[in-house]
């Protein structure tokens, strides 16, 4: 079966044809610069069988951008895939779980918005896009959120008055939940231990967005992201955990204007916002503490970021355990030898002890980078969003032919 | 901390009643408001203001500083009355005895607006003891002068006293009577002398409703309240005394938001230039009535009839907090506006907005429909709720943020 | 004999006690309700006819009270450690008002009282966040915009640092921990009506739950702790509150209470039975350990969890409940993990910490009259 995977960004869509079972990626690309008219001019840069085209063509929006990918692969490819996976951040609290769709659940998308106000949107668009050219080809909706439903009670709940969680839904979703599973899973293979015995505490630290997952038996039972992704870990330009009373006093201060203050912390806070020149750490890190000096904002913010990563390892070590390993993955998780080893130090308390030397150089992925002697491994596993889907799609379209 | 403000207001209900008893027992019509005034100074200073001021103008001035001098917030109320509409005998409680019955004060000026002083004054001296903290400084001013003087107390607040302390308010809220709704706004009126030069005096009847009824035609008709009265007219109008050739007709006509004062005295000088043609030899004038009057303590001023419509944007940052205080505070609170029922009343508002440019809200203790009536009467309970729902717009707007504190956890 | 008073003020009452400088007992303690209120007509702002006016004055005659100490909340990074009121002291109070607009004018109030009755009595000032001003930046700080950050002087601090000092200092000097090891490693749980965790390594606090005020970290009575600020947000957003009536839900009616769905505190959570409160307990177990392994990774080694505050004599069913859960930890020593109890009142903490002053300032007279003999 040939799996079509979209994976929305806010101005730019990826998608991957791959095989299944097999798991052979047959087609790889990304549209980019969708939307209003930047520098450079949109763009589709498409990957078949290691060979490299780049189409450009204008792409207002995410349902042309698509339409656009697709003339490509019937006029070039001359492939018509067999099924559709769309990556959605956000079920909300109409989807739960990952979903063959229908026009039952194509009627529930739309409540989806208020959840994710700028990733759904896109998303959305681009399913009814392809729904409207290939009405007759299974499409599943894979959810960010899907993995995390385990979460049991006290952990998804905030002390807030019941009544209030219950009106508006209120509760701790998780995000990032497709390559949290990804890699729990591929670390389960890596490791010879069956999905369903593992334990784990799984780092996605991107570029972008970061958070930990909390793995026991192969199922979530935390995630630094609550209710929204703007809870949790510092990232490149959210700011993590606050004081509610900082929120409610930028919300007196910007006189009620919650738009702005949700710019503020979501937009221009994080590492952008406490140095004020990148939203990377990894350009943060290149300012070391010899030219820059301890009391430098690139030290202190790259201390900051390390030190609530290693604090929130420590407490899904905790919950976890006894832990099989952590993961590294993502962006910063996968290249960053410098945070790995911060944030895995002198945890011999946990069992964790990071090999200085595996750590600096990483050959292949997946690569273990603990002691040979430590009881809990540290790996570093590439994330494979696309192909993720790809599983949950097949999975699910199998499961709904055997039914 | 709104629990604990909402706690101790309840402590100030019969101190606030027994002021507000003892502010109706002295009668204060306009231009004679000496003794209660003495009255108001006193009750700052035994409530703890930092500061008290009589002004020239005879305005009482109490003042609570705060930590900066911005945002700076006055709460006006006016110490005069009008005269009772009816006579004692016809008061059914009388005017001047502050007799609280059935939870209602009764008395001349209850609602309109010693109710409102009581509740300022107090509400001010509850966030002082409470040590709520203040980012700018809390004015209450209560203004002479405004029900004949068309508001030239507060306007002289404005213009000299605050200048001389130092002190631009940032907002104002007036305790004028809404019945604990926020007011923003209310039509205004202009008082026009119309004056007959006229051969023949009888023509001065016919003109004036020639002139009435053209007005008439040319305003909005399409509420309940009153457009247009004859105010007076002199005798001469009535004595067909040909040795008297002037006539005066003094009329008072509902100004509405964006009208303008001039434009309209110039449209009804043509209405008069078209009626004179009618009447050879007839000569109109139109010009805004004024009046000499003296202050209590001998100050002569001169008062223009004129009440400009306004109206605080009901979107407004200052509106939207109100309401998020008062709601917080457990209070009800709905949006509105004066409707001015009688042609003639009005609030400070208008100077502080046209003038001044404050943006201004209202919020009283007593209800509009009460005011300048005989047997006005203010809900007891309704001080209380004024004094906490003052309180917490202050609050609100110019208090130190208490975000994530509590004063309320005991050991 | 000499004897100290301590006072500690909330907005509603003030907790006072009498300690003799001798053995340290305890004479009188009581709770002044409504103590900055007269008890005629509530109103009165005059000083000298408040309940606690005639309560100290009265205090002020019957014992010898050579030294005060007033607790209060909130010091800001101007008070690290107790510090005798005079002028100097008086006006930084003064200039903090804004950053704890609740507290500090209250303690202002207390301060011109106290000196107006105890005319030349040293008053000692004891602030529970003195013990956190030095927190590691990286604690201190959160992610913000430097700006917003530096303008709203936004750091974090803990607001129980009387308890955690003086628990971490017992059960270290109890176990020869310093002996043995150098700097004690301790884990510190406050119980009490807003609980707080703290990591102290010797004397030095590396992380706390609370934040920029006692709101943020653990749910308290009332409080809601940790929230995702989206959550604010969404409020703001979908009720049309304002953050005004946002706080009075975070504050007054969420954390244990908004879960259990009544008013419940920590201590009747910590020990009950009723199904109905079990959710509501696990949720709370399950946020302290969360901030336990946190603080075991900055901590590296540990050598003892403590507990104190008010709800301490509450803890065992919390207790038994980690000791399960952090079983896996190994104590520096290489035995299991052991908790310690410490019960100290915070009225008498104060005490104690004023008797050694006193004390040594009568060493000080001594050994002067000493040298001049």
Known sequence: ?403 | MYNLLRQRASYLKYPAIDFTRELVRTPSQSLKEKLVAKKIAQKMYELGYDQVIEDDYGNVVGIIFGLESEPCILLNSHMDTVPAVKPSSDWYLPPYEGVVWDDNLYGLGAVDCKSGIAAQLYAGHLLKKLLVPLRGHLIVAVTVAEENGLSVGINYLCAKTLPSLGMKPSYAILGEPTNLCLYYGHDGWISLDIDYNTPDIKYARRITQSLVKKIALNTRSDNYLPELEVVSTNKSIDTFDKSHQHARVQLVKRLYAGDNADSIIDKIQGYALDTEKNYNGTRIDVKVHEEKQQLYNGKNISVSYIINAWETDPFSSLIDRSRQAITTAGCKVKPGKWQLTHLGMGTGGSILTQKYHIPTIGYGPGDEKQAHECNECVAVDNIVAAILGTAVIVQGLIGVPVFGWTSDIDI | MPKILVLIPTHNMLVYAVYSTENKKEIEKNVIKNFRYDQKDQTQINLNQTNAYYKLNLLSLLYDIDMIGIRGLYGGTNFKSPVQVNNTVLKKLESMIPESPLNVPVILELIRQVQKIFKDTSIILFFETAFFVNLPVQEQLYALNAEITQNMKIRRYGYHGLFHENACRITASNRNITEQTGDSKILSICLDPIPELATICGHQPLTVTSGITPLDGLPGNTTCGELDSGIIITLEEKMGWGPEEINNILTHQSGLTGLACRKITVAEVLNTCEPGLIPVREYLFYRILLTCGAGLAVLHELDAIVISGRYARSAEPLVQWLKTKLSFVKLRNGKNIIFDYIFTPLELIIAQKMITMYNEKQDNLKSKIITIN
């Open chain 1, 1 to 403: 079966m040939n799996v079509f995977v979209i994976n929305c960004g806010s101005s730019s869509l990826k998608y991957r044809l791959i095989a299944m079972p097999e798991e052979k990626e047959i087609i790889a690309g990304e549209a980019q610069r969708i939307g209003p008219k930047t520098e450079e001019p949109s763009r589709i840069v498409h990957n078949s069988g290691g060979h490299v085209d780049t189409f450009f063509v204008n792409m207002t929006n995410h349902a042309q951008a698509f339409t656009e990918v697709m003339k490509i692969i019937e006029e070039h490819q001359k492939i018509i895939p067999d099924a559709f996976g769309h990556r959605l951040v956000h079920g909300g609290s109409a989807l739960n779980k990952d979903v063959l769709l229908n026009s039952d659940i194509l009627a529930k998308l739309d409540e989806t918005v208020e959840y994710a106000p700028i990733h759904n949107p896109p998303s959305i668009a681009l399913i009814k896009a392809c729904i409207a050219r290939y009405p007759n080809s299974p499409q599943v909706i894979v959810l960010d959120t899907a993995f995390h439903t385990t979460l049991p009670l006290y952990a998804k709940d905030y002390a807030i008055p019941v009544w209030l969680s219950k009106k508006l839904n209120i509760k701790k979703f998780g995000f990032h939940g497709i390559s949290h599973h990804f890699v729990a899973e591929e670390a389960a293979k890596y490791l010879g231990i069956p999905i369903s015995r593992l334990n784990a505490v799984s780092c996605h630290l991107g570029s972008g967005g970061a958070s930990l997952c909390a793995v026991v038996k192969g199922q979530s039972i935390d995630n630094t992201m609550g209710f929204t992704p703007l809870q949790g870990l510092v990232m490149s330009t959210r700011c993590g955990d606050v004081d509610p009373a900082v929120t409610l006093n930028l919300i007196a201060c910007f006189e009620g204007d919650y738009k702005a203050v949700q710019s503020t912390l979501n937009k221009n806070s994080g590492i952008l916002g406490m140095t004020g020149t990148s939203a990377d750490i990894r350009d943060i890190l290149a300012k070391s503490v010899l030219t820059e000096g301890y009391s430098s904002p690139y030290f202190i913010t790259s201390h900051i970021y390390t030190w609530r990563l290693k604090k929130y390892l420590g407490a899904y070590l905790t919950i976890a355990h006894p832990v099989h390993a952590i993961i590294f993955t993502d962006t910063i998780g996968e290249t960053v030898p410098y945070i790995r080893k911060e944030v895995c130090s002198e945890m011999d308390i946990f069992g964790v002890h990071v090999d200085d030397k595996k750590n600096s150089y990483i050959e292949n992925y997946p690569s273990d980078i603990s002691e040979s002697w430590s009881p809990v491994r540290i790996l570093v596993v590439k994330t494979n969003e696309e192909l993720a889907i790809a599983r949950n799609t097949y999975k699910l379209i199998k499961n709904n032919s055997g039914d």
